[in-house]
């Protein structure tokens, strides 16, 4: 069975939360801290407004010890069927020594709760981190909580997400090409994706689709030549036209570095899924297993991808990929070019 993603993931917790399945324990983890922050809300907003003031707390693992943390995940609710108790930045938690004030406790204090939790308190905590798997305190969670990893979004399920999160979140109808291109121009950072998703459900007062045109009016793409011309251009190898898209977009740029730094990472996601097809591919996977491992439920997409990634080899991706790394480095400042050199230069590298 294939690993679930972050999205789907997110969506079966959500699910169990609001259900009788759910746990007294929970530990979310991983990089990707957009579902992090949202999961700390949805579990908030399980306890009403009116009960919040004695049956919850928001703690900071460099704000308390071990031992207050037990304290308050042991306690009754106050006039309410429930407490939560969320605790941030476990790894934070540190084991406190004896002192003058009493014993303040340590980590490997909270073993003994997880294996019998109090039944009234939801104890959810959260990390970038997770604990050791050779630690005690780790084992346990493990074993006794709802313990789950958020790994960042791949790239080539963005438009996807983009296109429910905005039916779910908005009740609004995304076109898989405008997704496409929202995915491609903002990349995986799924709190500034979703930004953007917000601004363009809110500006865009119409029950029609949401279409390219839409897109491009409310992140400010509005000029005759972006970074998605520059793309049609490099996948049809067409040099002269990709020089000449490239100029335009220096020309009409107000800041030629920002330029170049969004239009690397730009390229970089684009790369990013033309390597993973074609690698999969080379290996004897058929376009439609390729399309099942990869998780891109949205034909049109896919096809898209599919497409692009006709026009390369993967002998191509290792050379492709450097030359990237190195416009990136340029345009940092380790390079005596100036911008439209580095810029052009890249261009040159990619289709040659």
């Known amino acids: ?7 789907e993931l997110y969506s079966e917790i959500l699910d169990e939360l609001h259900s009788e399945e759910r746990k007294p324990v929970y530990f979310f983890y991983g990089d990707e801290e957009f579902f ?45 069927d429930q407490r939560i108790v969320i605790l941030r930045n476990f790894s934070e ?17 909270l073993i003994p709760y997880l294996e019998q939790p109090n039944p009234t308190t939801l104890f959810v905590c959260i990390d970038t ?70 601004k363009v459900c809110t500006f865009m007062d119409t029950s029609e689709t949401i279409k390219e045109s839409h897109i491009k009016k409310v992140i400010g793409l509005y000029r005759e030549y972006s970074v998605f011309e520059l793309k049609d251009a490099v996948i049809e190898r067409n040099l002269e036209e990709a020089l000449f898209i490239a100029e335009q977009m220096l020309q009409h740029s107000k800041a030629n570095t920002g330029e170049i730094i969004r239009s690397v ?47 390369f080899k993967l002998a191509e991706m290792p050379r492709i990929f450097e030359a990237l790394l190195d416009a990136d480095r340029a345009s940092k400042g380790f390079t005596k ?15 040659s």
């Open 1 to 7: 069975m294939a690993k679930k993603t972050s999205i």
């Open 36 to 80: 992090l922050d949202k999961l700390q809300e949805a579990v908030e907003e399980l306890i009403p407004e009116d009960q919040k003031d004695f049956n919850f707390d928001l703690l900071y693992g460099r704000d308390v010890s071990p031992e207050k943390v037990l304290s308050i995940i042991r306690s009754y609710p106050m006039m309410a």
């Open 93 to 109: 938690l540190k084991s406190y020594a004896a002192t003058d004030e009493g014993y303040e406790g340590e980590v490997n204090d």
């Open 129 to 198: 981190q997770k604990p050791s798997g050779r630690s005690k305190i780790g084992k346990a969670f493990k074993k006794h909580a709802g313990f789950h990893e958020f790994e960042e979004v791949p790239d080539y399920r963005l438009p996807d997400w983009i296109i429910a999160w905005a039916r779910d979140q908005h009740g609004k109808k995304i076109a898989p090409p405008a997704a496409q291109m929202l995915s491609q121009y903002v990349g995986n950072n799924l709190k500034l994706l979703s930004t953007e998703i917000d």
């Open 265 to 311: 990472g730009f390229f970089y996601n684009v790369f990013s899924n033309i390597w993973q097809i074609r690698r999969l591919a080379g290996q004897g996977s058929s376009k439609q297993q390729v399309q099942n491992t990869l998780g891109i439920s949205n034909n049109w997409y896919f096809n898209k991808l599919w497409e692009d990634a006709s026009a």
């Open 337 to 351: 070019m100036d911008p439209p050199t580095i810029f052009l230069l890249l261009i040159k590298r990619i289709i």
